[in-house]
């Protein structure tokens, strides 16, 4: 089951609202908590039953390592306490290495990579001092499967949310803001990330000897969007969800292809899982405080699980390599040489070298790679273009438009200059635009269009 599909939206999702919003507050929400828990098995269960064992045996696990970490660390007994850390970590990295580095043959199961991290570093805050162990099951099997942001994150931290696992509260305006962002994001998922997936997958299939220069540079730009407003569209909704249960999560995306270097764009780009890397792997192996050469090593060392985590696949370990590549060279001193040129240019190398990243992480592949790239240095069989190449660019120049506005602030900024703080213009202009999408949204749904997430295969 997935968020834009007509099965959660008229079903799953408005049975789930009204037992949630029936069920008593009291309790530090525990019945509340536990509405969530048994909803997020039955979202996990629709597509693989088999895969709630794993789910319940990884919230017992870790809420068993949690609890023991956290007495013995109020025992002032840190190698006893580090003992179920360790615990904790190597039995969530065995779960990652069996399904998806074993080549066992097992199916992935659905969210492993989020809901895995998610767990490790809830004994890990533990260890620190930073979250306190909790001691409702109830509560923490919610934090550990809940729905809106079990499959493709945000990344979760526990002391993010540790606190409205027990207080929280709706209002008028969080489900409104939810409601709002959650449109949003199916919005970008239905109407953008498919539409420009539709368009990749048709050059994608095009035999080798007919991909043009044209075509092959439209795809893989094609390929960018559609990554970015799958992935951010369905944060957006994750989001929305969790702020109508009354939760407020970290942003995952601060628009990423306005970025005018490296660093600034994955500073920007799947904020919470760089923020993962950074607070439990870069900085305990020192970060930038060892020298340069450790520096060196340390960034290199977290983007090469970077690769790994999305895959054991060599394109995604080139993948983690080539940003890696990147970023020390922006480290070296060609930052400070950007900052210094005109902001577009400096945006324009940004955005070629993400391109080049997107056509390293598009397949599996290493072939599509080769007469890709082949292609789009202008060595196509079938030459700079086409007839069929300029038919497929001028027949969707709207959608490249709308791509490119859509990907970048201007939206939020004309709606805020239309508005310019007027509360019930701000208001109005709102309802109209949940109404528009949601109506254009479902129509494409209904007619079956091209629908599938990215992430879900990590």
Same mark, same amino acid.
């Given at each position: 089951?997935?968020?834009?599909?007509?099965?959660?939206?008229?079903?799953?999702?408005?049975?789930?609202?009204?037992?949630?919003?029936?069920?008593?507050?009291?309790?530090?929400?525990?019945?509340?908590?536990?509405?969530?828990?048994?909803?997020?098995?039955?979202?996990?269960?629709?597509?693989?039953?088999?895969?709630?064992?794993?789910?319940?045996?990884?919230?017992?696990?870790?809420?068993?390592?949690?609890?023991?970490?956290?007495?013995?660390?109020?025992?002032?007994?840190?190698?006893?306490?580090?003992?179920?850390?360790?615990?904790?970590?190597?039995?969530?990295?065995?779960?990652?290495?069996?399904?998806?580095?074993?080549?066992?043959?097992?199916?992935?199961?659905?969210?492993?990579?989020?809901?895995?991290?998610?767990?490790?570093?809830?004994?890990?805050?533990?260890?620190?001092?930073?979250?306190?162990?909790?001691?409702?099951?109830?509560?923490?099997?919610?934090?550990?499967?809940?729905?809106?942001?079990?499959?493709?994150?945000?990344?979760?931290?526990?002391?993010?949310?540790?606190?409205?696992?027990?207080?929280?509260?709706?209002?008028?305006?969080? /489900?409104?803001?939810?409601?709002?962002? *959650?449109? +949003? %994001? $199916?919005?970008?998922?239905?109407? #953008?990330?498919?539409? !420009?997936?539709?368009?990749?997958?048709?050059?994608?299939?095009?035999?080798?000897?007919?991909?043009?220069?044209?075509?092959?540079?439209?795809?893989?730009?094609?390929?960018?969007?559609?990554?970015?407003?799958?992935?951010?569209?369905?944060?957006?909704?994750?989001?929305?969800?969790?702020?109508?249960?009354?939760?407020?999560?970290?942003?995952?995306?601060?628009?990423?292809?306005?970025?005018?270097?490296?660093?600034?764009?994955?500073?920007?780009?799947?904020?919470?899982?760089?923020?993962?890397?950074?607070?439990?792997?870069?900085?305990?192996?020192?970060?930038?405080?060892?020298?340069?050469?450790?520096?060196? /090593?340390?960034?290199?060392?977290?983007? *090469?699980? +970077? %690769? $790994?985590?999305?895959?054991?696949? #060599?394109?995604?370990? !080139?993948?983690?390599?080539?940003?890696?590549?990147?970023?020390?060279?922006?480290?070296?001193?060609?930052?400070?040489?950007?900052?210094?040129?005109?902001?577009?240019?400096?945006?324009?190398?940004?955005?070629?070298?993400?391109?080049?990243?997107?056509?390293?992480?598009?397949?599996?592949?290493?072939?599509?790679?080769?007469?890709?790239?082949?292609?789009?240095?202008?060595?196509?069989?079938?030459?700079?273009?086409?007839?069929?190449?300029?038919?497929?660019?001028?027949?969707?120049?709207?959608?490249?438009?709308?791509?490119?506005?859509?990907?970048?602030?201007?939206?939020?900024?004309?709606?805020?200059?239309?508005?310019?703080?007027?509360?019930?213009?701000?208001?109005?202009?709102?309802?109209?635009?949940?109404?528009?999408?949601?109506?254009?949204?479902?129509?494409?749904?209904?007619?079956?269009?091209?629908?599938?997430?990215?992430?879900?295969?990590?």
């Amino acid at each position: 089951m997935v968020f834009s599909s007509l099965l959660f939206l008229f079903r799953f999702l408005p049975c789930v609202l009204v037992i949630y919003f029936i069920a008593p507050g009291c309790f530090k929400n525990t019945w509340k908590n536990l509405v969530l828990f048994l909803a997020s098995l039955v979202f996990y269960a629709w597509g693989e039953p088999v895969y709630i064992v794993l789910m319940l045996f990884s919230t017992v696990v870790d809420y068993i390592n949690g609890g023991l970490a956290g007495y013995f660390i109020n025992r002032n007994k840190k190698n006893a306490a580090k003992f179920f850390v360790f615990l904790s970590v190597f039995i969530n990295l065995s779960l990652l290495g069996v399904f998806k580095y074993a080549g066992t043959g097992l199916a992935l199961p659905i969210g492993i990579s989020f809901y895995t991290f998610q767990t490790m570093s809830y004994t890990i805050d533990i260890y620190r001092g930073e979250a306190k162990p909790e001691k409702n099951i109830i509560n923490f099997g919610a934090y550990v499967a809940m729905f809106p942001q079990l499959i493709a994150g945000p990344v979760v931290r526990f002391k993010d949310i540790s606190v409205l696992l027990r207080e929280r509260s709706t209002s008028l305006d969080k /489900l409104s803001y939810g409601v709002t962002r *959650f449109t +949003t %994001g $199916l919005g970008k998922k239905v109407i #953008l990330a498919n539409q !420009a997936g539709e368009i990749f997958k048709t050059v994608t299939a095009s035999q080798a000897g007919n991909l043009t220069t044209l075509s092959a540079w439209f795809g893989i730009l094609m390929f960018s969007f559609q990554i970015y407003f799958d992935f951010s569209g369905y944060s957006d909704m994750a989001i929305g969800l969790m702020a109508i249960f009354g939760f407020r999560i970290p942003e995952n995306f601060n628009y990423p292809y306005m970025s005018k270097s490296i660093t600034e764009f994955w500073r920007r780009w799947h904020i919470s899982l760089g923020t993962w890397f950074k607070e439990y792997v870069y900085i305990p192996l020192g970060g930038s405080r060892r020298g340069m050469a450790r520096t060196f /090593l340390n960034i290199f060392i977290v983007w *090469f699980l +970077t %690769g $790994l985590w999305h895959g054991a696949s #060599l394109n995604f370990i !080139a993948w983690g390599m080539y940003f890696c590549f990147f970023l020390l060279i922006e480290k070296l001193g060609f930052l400070k040489i950007l900052g210094r040129i005109p902001a577009v240019l400096s945006h324009i190398y940004a955005m070629i070298v993400v391109y080049g990243g997107w056509l390293l992480f598009a397949w599996e592949d290493i072939t599509q790679h080769r007469v890709f790239l082949k292609a789009m240095a202008g060595m196509a069989e079938a030459g700079l273009s086409s007839n069929a190449a300029m038919y497929l660019f001028v027949s969707n120049v709207v959608l490249l438009i709308v791509l490119i506005i859509g990907s970048t602030d201007i939206p939020a900024r004309a709606g805020a200059w239309i508005c310019n703080k007027n509360e019930i213009c701000k208001g109005l202009l709102q309802a109209v635009f949940v109404a528009v999408v949601f109506i254009i949204s479902v129509s494409y749904l209904v007619n079956g269009t091209y629908n599938p997430f990215l992430y879900f295969r990590f």
